[in-house]
């Protein structure tokens, strides 16, 4: 008779910043929903330096699930990208799914992504059903879509869901190194050239209903866009990421 199968590992990681009107029920949905798709889970949230009361609401969640929820709290803000590696870098199942804290997807859908991790597939990207957005951000998202697309080469339906399910070993290959948003544009470049294949799934987008968004706001959008330049500039013309891999495997 053989041996009964390991069940595979999940990290949940919500980034949280100012989100303390949405993070707790985003933590109970995803411990609920996690426990229905493998024993073996946690889920981690990455305070990312948040000044509203986001800190104590998730120290309560960490007590009321010991041994369930982790919390990870930055003393200051290190951005998007900052929360995200920080996450990532905290992981410790062989699954991590992420998304926001500030309740735009539905954690329950991350069984979706999980029914679409198949052995041949690497991560999984969901891409928004229909945007619940303010026009004018409906507007600026669908041209940095199109834009990055081209810049990038992105074959992916959508590269501004951060609904994303990915194997923890695909870290063992791909170094991130972005601190601001543009992060993933930089995984999935660097996911895209590491050759990790991906699967992509239809997830529901809500309008936000507490607190505002970090991005869209013109300084951020110029920033932002600075940030996409250079990343293209040192990812598709220079392929810095590709010559440093190359002096790793040959070293």
Known sequence: MSAPRTPVGLTVFFPAYNDSGTIASLVIRAVQVAGTLTPDFEVLVINDG?????????????????????????????????????????ATKELVFYTDGDAQYDPAEMSLLWREMRPEIDWVNGYKISRSDPLHRIIIGRVYHHIVKMLFGFKVRDVDCDFRLIRRRVFDVVRLEKSSGVICLEMMKKFHDAGFRVAEVPVHHFHRAYGRSQFFNFPRLYRTAVDVLRLWWSLVIRKDHLKARSETIAA
């Open 50 to 90: 948040s000044r509203d009361s986001t800190a104590t609401v998730l120290d309560e969640l960490a007590s009321l699930y010991p041994g369930r929820v982790r919390i990870v709290h930055h003393q200051q803000n290190r951005g998007y990208g900052g929360a995200l590696r920080s996450g990532f870098e905290h």
